[in-house]
T-cell receptor, first 117, second 112 residues
Framework: GAVVSQHPSWVICKSGTSVKIECRSL??????MFWYRQFPKQSLMLMAT?????????EQGVEKDKFLINHASLTLSTLTVTSAHPEDSSFYIC?????????????FGPGTRLTVL | GNSVTQMEGPVTLSEEAFLTINCTYT??????LFWYVQYPGEGLQLLLK?????DKGSNKGFEATYRKETTSFHLEKGSVQVSDSAVYFC???????????FGAGTTVTVRA
């Protein structure tokens, strides 16, 4: 089956620093990837849609200058949390859309736990 | 807009009990409906899906039927196992943009 990986699986950083999270599709090419944020005991909230070779599309209320997304290749999208603050602490999850017949099926990475001190 | 309302948990069951998790939705357009499962320490996995009215998705003993008249997609399993302990998310997408809207998730714990 389609596999999506994320790195790192968890990260702790100091307030004011930037953190980069990678999302890779391991056995397929993903023209579209999605970034979600999950708060404890809450649902996933879509942050942005990442399209290979073009600018990401951000959901309303998501600061694009704070959450930088780069989809440089068909197998890699990165999310950089710039000047992180404690309120950015969360579980960040990416997914990749499998092109082809199942065009509305997404495969999810295992998530990255970010803790900002 | 699109939204999903899901039964609140947590739900605790004994092994071999019947499980049902209610899910209703509102959508602009004709959505596809999904159930995703998140096992402890793992990422979300697609459990089943349905793309049109009256379709029944099924997998691993779980079933859900796309009911357009009641805008529902309730998840059921006749006999749960301890290994079914997980968080279950109902979700929808409208075909044009493939974005997923998730319910709040329901934590299910099955005791031996």
């Amino acid at each position: 089956g389609a596999v999506v990986s994320q790195h790192p699986s968890w990260v702790i950083c100091k307030s004011g620093t930037s953190v980069k999270i990678e999302c890779r599709s391991l056995d397929f090419q993903a023209t579209t990837m999605f970034w979600y944020r999950q708060f404890p005991k809450q649902s996933l909230m879509l942050m942005a849609t990442s399209n290979e070779g073009s600018k990401a599309t951000y959901e309303q209320g998501v600061e694009k200058d704070k959450f930088l997304i780069n989809h440089a290749s068909l197998t890699l999208s990165t999310l950089t949390v710039t000047s992180a603050h404690p309120e950015d602490s969360s579980f960040y999850i990416c997914s990749a859309r499998l092109p082809g017949l199942s065009t509305d099926t997404q495969y999810f990475g295992p998530g990255t736990r970010l803790t900002v001190l | 807009g699109n939204s999903v309302t899901q039964m609140e948990g947590p739900v605790t069951l004994s092994e071999e009990a019947f499980l049902t998790i209610n899910c209703t939705y509102t959508a602009t357009g004709y959505p596809s409906l999904f159930w995703y499962v998140q096992y402890p320490g793992e990422g979300l996995q697609l459990l089943l899906k349905a793309t049109k009215a009256d379709d029944k998705g099924s997998n691993k003993g779980f079933e859900a039927t796309y009911r357009k008249e009641t805008t529902s997609f309730h998840l059921e399993k006749g006999s749960v196992q301890v290994s079914d302990s997980a968080v279950y998310f109902c979700a929808l997408s409208v075909h044009n943009d493939y974005k997923l809207s998730f319910g709040a998730g329901t934590t299910v714990t099955v005791r031996a």
